[in-house]
C-alpha cells in the first residue's frame, strides 16, 4: 500500500542520512530502517533531473519487509561532485551503487532505477549478478533495445534531441537548478530547488556526455550482444507510455536479454515519472512483486 498522506512529505525528518566510500567518492543515501537489521535490503537509485527523494512514494512502503537505501548519484545534492567527464563512466556509477550495498552491511540488495538509475541498475544486475536479488526498473529500456530504436525508429531520434544538446560542449550554460526543478510536482518543488543548488549541473550532463549513445546510431552489433552479460535475477518493469524521451518501443524484445522471468506493466496515462504519475499503481504492484 502507498504511504498515508502526509508521510512524503515528513520523510524528509524521518530518514537518516548515511555515505557510502565509493573509492574515494562520497556516496550520500536515505535510509530507513526496515523492520529489522536482519531484513532484505533495497535500494533505490533515481534519474534525471531528480534526487533520492524521488522514490518518496515507494520508500515506506518497501520499509515493511526492507531496509531501503535511496541514493543520490554522484554529482547531485549530498553525494561528491567529482569534476571531468572521465568520473561519470558507467563502470563508476556500477560501483557507487555496490558502495551503498557494502555500507549497509549487505551483500546483495533488489535494486530499484529510474531513468539514469535504471541504466545504472540494469548494469548492476548484468556485470555485478552476485550483488542483485531482484531487479526494479522504471521507464528505462534495456540499453540494448535504446540503442536500436536510436538506430531505426525516427520518432526516437527526433525525440532524443535534448541528449544531443546535454552532450554539446556548452550545455550546462543552458540549464538551471530552478529550471530543471520545473518538472518536479509544485507541492514539492522548494526540496527540488535546494537539491539542485547543491547538485553540478555540470556533472549531471555528464552523464550524457559519457554513456548516451551518440550520432551516427547504431545498433548493438551480434558480437557487442554475444559480449553483452545477460540479467540473471527476476525483473519488473514499469513504462508510462506517454514517456516521450523513452518511448515504449524500446521495450521490445527484452526477453532476449533475460535468463528468469520478466514482470511488465506498462501504464497508459503515466509519463516519464510513472513512480509519482501513478504512484499508487506503481507501490502496491512493487510490493505484491517483492512479497512473492
Not at 11 to 39: C, F, M, N, Q, T
Not at 52 to 75: C, E, F, I, N, P
Not at 226 to 231: I, L, S
Not at 241 to 248: Q, R, S
Amino acid at each position: 500500500m502507498p504511504p498515508p498522506a502526509g508521510a512524503a512529505q515528513d520523510l524528509l525528518e524521518r530518514v537518516h542520512h548515511r555515505y557510502a566510500d565509493s573509492s574515494g567518492v562520497k556516496i550520500h543515501y536515505a535510509h530507513l530502517d526496515g523492520p529489522s537489521a536482519s531484513a532484505p535490503l533495497a535500494v533505490f537509485v533515481h534519474g534525471f533531473p531528480d534526487f533520492w527523494y524521488s522514490w518518496r512514494h515507494q520508500m515506506d512502503a518497501v520499509a515493511k519487509t526492507h531496509q531501503v537505501a535511496a541514493l543520490d548519484l554522484r554529482g547531485y545534492n549530498l553525494s561528491d561532485k567529482p569534476s571531468g567527464v572521465e568520473n561519470y563512466d558507467m563502470k563508476l556509477l556500477v560501483a557507487d551503487v555496490l558502495a551503498v550495498i557494502k555500507a549497509c552491511g549487505k551483500e546483495k540488495a533488489v535494486v530499484i532505477g529510474h531513468d539514469w538509475g535504471g541504466a545504472i541498475s540494469w548494469s548492476v544486475a548484468m556485470y555485478a549478478p552476485q550483488a542483485v536479488e531482484r531487479l526494479v526498473i522504471v521507464n528505462l529500456p534495456h540499453m540494448n533495445g535504446l540503442r536500436r530504436e536510436l538506430a531505426n525508429n525516427p520518432a526516437q531520434q527526433k525525440n532524443s534531441a535534448y541528449a544531443r544538446r546535454f552532450q554539446q560542449p556548452d550545455a550546462g550554460t543552458q540549464v538551471t537548478a530552478e529550471g530543471l526543478a520545473r518538472l518536479a510536482p509544485e507541492d514539492v518543488r522548494p526540496h527540488y530547488v535546494k537539491a539542485f543548488q547543491q547538485s553540478s549541473i555540470e556533472a549531471m550532463l555528464n552523464y550524457y556526455k559519457r554513456n548516451y549513445p551518440r550520432e551516427p546510431y547504431t545498433a548493438a552489433t551480434a558480437e557487442e550482444l554475444a559480449a553483452t552479460p545477460r540479467v540473471k535475477c527476476r525483473v519488473l518493469q514499469f513504462h508510462g507510455l506517454k514517456d516521450t524521451a523513452l518511448l515504449p518501443a524500446g521495450l521490445n524484445d527484452e526477453w532476449q536479454w533475460l535468463d528468469a522471468d520478466l514482470t511488465l506493466v506498462t501504464i497508459p496515462n503515466a509519463g516519464h515519472w510513472s513512480h509519482w504519475e501513478a504512484a499508487e499503481l506503481v507501490t502496491r504492484t512493487l510490493v505484491d512483486w517483492l512479497q512473492r
